[in-house]
């Protein structure tokens, strides 16, 4: 075992996504602490290595069937890079590629796993900090010295310091050959104005304070900026300025996203009802003694025109 | 001697039609030979396909869906109709004659059980006893609207209807400013053991009304305890709405603390635990002396009166009449007497009232179709009651059912009356006109 | 296409979760257990298919507190059989858990196995790819759609931003699933008394052994403070926004 961290970075139509760049961050800081090397594992797309400049070394396997992701050959070529760098921990997306990747690697290759982890810390033992429970509680646990998998949360660090200029070494693994059991077909891209909001990880959610139909833009312009989706409570879907599959409540559909923010909503119970599963609530507000303070993790009284115009135009910025 | 003629019908087609006359006929010396004693036999005016009709009609229980004879006395009193639902007994009857299969049918479920077609309908065709047979076996065949069946597994797995801890159903108590004792852990002999219900104990409004009646009775002395987690729902719109599985599993348990906490009545805070427990709970070994809140406290109206100290400011208070309290039950008065012992109330009627009053949408499941209702009508009963309600001038809409509050301050915002109209539990006009 | 189902008994979240004395292990006292959510969308999963071309469903569970009602409830909405495995006492984390199912398929006979994509308290990993691991069969997770084939299925895993990639998997096989074709049916409680009264458990002795390769070493809640926090400024807010990964 080296003292290696292995970031398996995760990629599709041509460029990473964004846990990439957070993990490589995290990986380095990580890899500072055990004295090794950040490695990434680039499976597929070897084209893209020069996007990883952050990085310590790049290890790729290219080859037939890798192009697209597939959790056999995936899981295969990952178990090759794995055997070649022997690292003491691999880091992988909590993701839907990543699941299947983490818990067939931890099995296959006898290797301790803690998913779902917020941060990872390394000393004679690597330790990690699951966020399980749905949210409700942290779980920190002790992977004994290693060599360990951990399976990363999105969002959990800042993707920017995984970005950098450098020229990483790029070795290069062989694909191994697999039983094809099973085979990728196509990719099928999501109609477009079919929005589930139940499917979301934003939604930025209108209530009656929102006043007149036309003023939902303000709204929808936030929303595009945060690529969110629009929800809302039941009295703007009764105005039928939203359609039905838009509204969150009781009588509508109950949603988990990872950031809720109820733009002029009350928080009448029969809302709540559908919205209280998010992971973080923000309320925007003119009345600072509306209930929907009593579930928010955030709240801010003030005209929700002005916060959404000011934090629009923020973000258009940066 | 029967004959044929062809009759062309007005529809164009030509139909059969069979007569039967006698060759000689004298009658009280008067001959009415051949044509003159022509009588038709009756054409068969009903070529319909029955098979729905009869399959809910087998249902025991639905039996008198095939009773009606199409008077229409039930059209102006449907609730559902008048909010432009398209509905109505005398409708769903030709629907099925026409074919429709109830069971998979939107007309399951629009009807709330209020039972203002019953008192109208001179062949007693009874909805209230059709509708929850019908709707059991569409339920058991898996044809439940979506917002019904997340109800039914709240219900199942929580004792309640929102999904929330069954822990919980005691938080309110150990917030309240109100003595309260919680019998579970403080078990011992009481007077009234109050069924407090879910909207009580877990809506935010109904907690308000929760503590007003904890306060009423702690100054009316009251010797009461609650059941705090140990309560379950009452189980009586489960039973309406076709689960009655889930309806037994409850009155079974709540049947079981009633009988372990020595008390001389039950009172509930809700017609539909009043319906229940009154009406439903004896079939399922459960006899117990129980009395709507309202009609425990008109009972004790001299000593209220003297505690009400307070002025209602002369605001015109007008009173909705739940359906399970009034027409199921009879109980139109004490709810009256309460408001008429408020100092400074003016009490007026609305024009559908008592026995004739307007259903709020919420019975019968009602409460759980909210969405799918919506969709069907061209306004919620609910909406259309709050507007009647502003139409006779009233500036506060009193009301004594627990599913009420929610459904008519959500109603007064979405017909626009926000600031015209304040809806307020009678036990939470009493409190405020306590002084303290 | 004969079908088993991997049932797990998860700590209900409508319930506050406590900590017990030790740190490292909930509180049992008010622990109320639940099917987890996504292993009833792989029961649905497995019945629509049954009613899409035949075969048999078998729901498995390890023995837990109320796991008998889920069993027969399992069976009122339409599962052929109910598989309990007994004897293995409190299983840590999902590896143990995977070993423990793996094993108790060895009696099965099964062309698909399906359970949910994730649970809760999925410490050191999800139960799907970790069972397929061990029995060396392959494994997708994250799966919306199911459709049988000739000793295959074609399936459709979810992408982040709604995109779906579709494979196609040669059976025996273990799918996580995220979604039914549609949302799980309910069982009237009538119907599960009737069951509960008429038909019975098949039960197998677990057999497993702690192969748990981590330890907790302290279970925290996430610091909240009460209500919510208000923050005066749109710069507070997109500072929120920041620490919680969404711009
Ligand atoms: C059986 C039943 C089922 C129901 N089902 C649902 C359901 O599924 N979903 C649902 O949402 N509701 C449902 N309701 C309705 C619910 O009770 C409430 O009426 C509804 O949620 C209120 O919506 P709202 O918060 O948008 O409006 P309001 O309660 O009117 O709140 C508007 C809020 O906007 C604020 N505001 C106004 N102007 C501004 C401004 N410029 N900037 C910032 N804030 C401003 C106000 O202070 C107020 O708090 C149901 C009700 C019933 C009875
Ligand atoms: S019971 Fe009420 S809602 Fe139902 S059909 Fe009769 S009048 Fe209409
Ligand atoms: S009142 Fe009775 S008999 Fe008359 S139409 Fe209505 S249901 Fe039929």
């Given at each position: 075992m080296s003292q290696d961290v292995l970031v398996v970075a995760e990629h599709g139509q041509g460029k990473f996504d964004d846990i990439t760049f957070e993990m490589l961050g995290a990986g380095k800081a990580l890899a500072a602490q055990t004295g090794g090397a950040c490695v990434v594992a680039l499976i597929g797309g070897s084209d893209l290595a020069s996007q990883l400049g952050a990085a310590d070394k790049v290890v790729t396997v290219d080859g037939e069937g890798l192009e697209n992701f597939n959790p056999e050959s995936h899981s295969a070529a990952l178990a090759a890079i794995v055997e070649s760098t022997s690292p003491r921990v691999v880091m992988i997306g909590y993701t839907s590629m990543g699941m299947d990747l983490a818990s067939a690697l931890s099995v296959k290759a006898d290797m301790a796993l803690a998913a779902s982890c917020l941060e990872v810390q390394a000393g004679d033992t690597v330790t990690a900090v699951s966020q399980l429970y749905g949210g409700k509680l942290n779980v920190k646990t002790d992977l004994g010295a290693g060599p360990c998998v951990v399976s990363m949360l999105a969002g959990s660090s800042p993707a920017d310091a995984g970005k950098g200029d450098g020229a990483p070494a790029t070795e290069t693994v062989a694909a191994p050959a697999t039983d094809g059991k099973v085979r990728f077909v196509r990719l099928i891209e999501p109609e477009a104005?079919?929005?589930?909001?139940?499917?979301?990880?934003i939604l930025v959610a209108i209530g009656r304070g929102i006043g007149t139909k036309d003023d939902i833009e303000v709204a929808e312009e936030l929303a595009e900026e945060l690529d969110a989706a629009i929800a809302a409570s039941r009295p703007i879907v009764d105005s039928g300025w939203?359609?039905?599959?838009r509204q969150v409540g009781k009588s509508g559909v109950k949603v988990t996203p990872k950031v809720y923010i109820a733009l002029g909503i009350s928080g009448a119970p029969e809302h709540i009802e559908g919205m209280k599963g998010a992971a973080t609530i923000i309320a925007i507000n003119t009345d600072k003694n509306a209930p929907i303070f009593n579930v928010a993790h955030y709240g801010m009284v003030e005209d929700l025109f002005d916060v959404c115009e000011e934090l629009t135009e923020e973000l258009q910025d940066r | 001697m029967t004959e044929r003629y062809n009759l062309t019908v007005n529809t164009g087609r030509e139909k059969d039609q069979s007569f039967v006359e006698k060759e000689s006929a004298v009658i009280e010396g008067i001959d009415v030979s051949g044509r003159w004693n022509r009588m038709f036999v009756p054409r068969e005016i009903q070529d319909y396909d029955l098979t729905n009709m009869h399959k809910l009609t087998a249902i025991p229980g639905a039996e008198s869906m095939g009773w009606c004879y199409q008077c229409a006395q039930c059209m102006p009193a449907c609730p559902v109709d008048t909010a432009?639902?398209?509905?109505?007994p005398r409708k769903i009857f030709r629907r099925l004659e026409l074919g429709m299969d109830l069971l998979d049918s939107r007309d399951l479920w629009l009807c709330t059980t209020c039972a203002n077609c019953l008192r109208v309908c001179p062949k007693e065709v009874d909805m209230i006893k059709i509708m929850p047979v019908a709707r059991a076996a569409a339920v058991l065949e898996g044809n439940v609207p979506a917002e019904l069946l997340e109800m039914f597994q709240n219900v199942a797995e929580y004792g309640n209807p929102m999904g929330q801890s069954a822990r919980k159903r005691a938080a309110w108590i150990r917030k309240s400013d109100a003595e309260i004792r919680v019998l579970p852990k403080d078990p011992g002999p009481v007077d009234v053991l109050w069924f407090v219900g879910d909207f009580y104990a877990y809506h935010g409004r109904g907690v308000d009304a929760a503590n007003a009646m904890a306060r009423v009775f702690n100054a009316l002395d009251v010797d009461f305890g609650v059941l705090g987690a140990d309560e379950r729902t009452d189980g009586d719109s489960q039973r309406l709405a076709g689960e009655p599985g889930l309806y037994e599993e409850l009155a079974e348990h709540n049947i079981e603390q009633f009988k372990q906490h020595e008390h001389e009545r039950i009172v509930v805070s809700g017609p539909h635990a009043y319906n229940a427990i009154k009406n439903e709970y004896p079939a399922m070994g459960g006899e117990f002396e129980v009395e709507h809140y309202t009609q425990f406290l008109a009972d004790q109206i001299d000593e209220l009166k003297p505690l009400l100290t307070g002025s209602f400011g002369n605001r015109k208070v007008t009173f909705h009449d739940p359906c399970y309290l009034g027409r199921h039950n009879g109980e139109y008065d004490a709810p009256r007497d309460l408001l008429e012992a408020v100092p400074d109330l003016d009490l007026i009627e609305m024009?559908?009232?008592?026995?004739?009053g307007y259903c709020c949408g919420g019975g019968g499941g009602g409460m759980w179709l909210d969405g799918f209702a919506a969709e069907q009508q061209s306004e919620r009963l609910s909406e259309n009651r709050v507007k009647e309600a502003v139409m006779v001038g009233a500036d506060v809409l009193a009301v004594c059912c627990p599913y009420e509050v929610s459904r008519f301050e959500d109603a007064v915002k979405s017909t626009n009356n926000d600031g015209k109209l304040e809806v307020l539990d009678i036990i939470e006009i009493l409190d405020q006109c306590m002084g303290a | 296409m004969n079908t088993v189902v991997l049932l797990k008994r998860v700590p209900d979240l409508v319930e506050d979760l406590e900590v017990d004395?030790?740190?490292?292990?909930?509180?049992?006292?008010?622990l109320k257990l639940t099917l987890n959510e996504f292993d009833d969308h792989a029961l649905e999963q497995a019945l629509l298919l049954k009613e899409g071309g035949g075969g048999e469903v078998t729901a498995v569970a390890l023995d837990s507190e109320d796991v008998d009602k889920m069993l027969f409830t399992a069976l009122a909405k339409g599962a052929d059989r109910a598989l309990k495995i007994t004897g293995t006492g409190a299983v840590n984390g999902t590896s143990e858990l995977a070993e423990v199912f793996a094993q108790a398929l060895g009696s099965v006979n099964y062309d698909l196995v399906l359970t949910g994509v994730q649970a809760s308290d999925d410490i050191d990993g999800q139960l799907a790819p970790t069972v397929a691991a061990k029995l060396s069969v392959p494994c997708i997770e994250v799966i919306t759609g199911v459709e049988a084939g000739d000793g295959s299925v074609t399936v459709h895993k979810e992408y982040a931003g709604g995109v779906l990639a579709e494979f196609e998997m040669t059976l025996p096989g273990v799918l996580g699933i995220q979604a039914a074709a549609q949302s799980p049916r309910y069982a009237p409680v009538s119907k599960v008394r009737q069951i509960q009264d008429s038909a019975t458990l098949d039960e197998v002795a677990g057999a497993g052994g702690d192969n748990g390769k981590f330890s907790i070493v302290v279970m925290t809640p996430p610091e909240t403070g009460e209500g919510a926090q208000m923050l005066e400024s749109v710069e507070e807010l997109i500072a929120v926004l920041d620490s919680k990964g969404v711009i």
């Open positions: 104005g079919d929005v589930d909001i139940t499917a979301q990880d939203l359609p039905k599959n | 432009g639902g398209d509905y109505g024009y559908r009232c008592k026995e004739q | 004395s030790s740190g490292t292990a909930l509180d049992s006292e008010h």
